[in-house]
């Protein structure tokens, strides 16, 4: 299917409140949303949901750069290569899963963490 602009506009800006509301990591809900709204295959929306966080990121690096509060380099930059490394691996690992099961897994995935997160709210 072809995208239409105004649409993934759409699920950008719903993306960015839900984002910036709840404060949970863009890929987390990137990735469904260019799945079900955009009719991505899993891959692409993976690799897209990390372009626009990369993106974003960038932005908002570049935003904090003029605070008063300087940027924690000593957490950031392990966190960061460990983080891209992971990428590197995750991706070469996706390189031997199935779509449909990347999918079921992600789906798995998601649900833990909701798991999780009710559970930090009742105790």
């Known amino acids: 299917l072809p995208v239409r602009p105004a649409r993934a506009a759409g699920a950008g800006a719903g993306l960015g409140t839900l984002t910036g509301l709840l404060g949970v ?14 009719s991505f295959e899993m891959r692409a929306a993976v690799g897209t949901s990390l ?28 966190f960061t290569a460990a983080a891209i490394l992971g990428a590197w691996d995750g991706r070469r690992l996706s390189a031997k899963v199935s779509g449909p099961l990347l999918r ?20």
């Open 25 to 38: 990591g863009g890929g987390f809900l990137a990735v469904p949303a260019l799945v079900t709204v955009l």
């Open 51 to 78: 372009l626009v966080i990369s993106v974003n990121s960038l932005v908002s690096l570049a935003a904090r750069s003029g605070s008063a509060v300087p940027v924690d380099w000593a957490v950031v930059a392990p």
């Open 104 to 123: 079921r897994l992600f789906g798995a995935m998601l649900l833990a963490v909701a798991a999780l997160m009710v559970a930090d709210v009742l105790i």
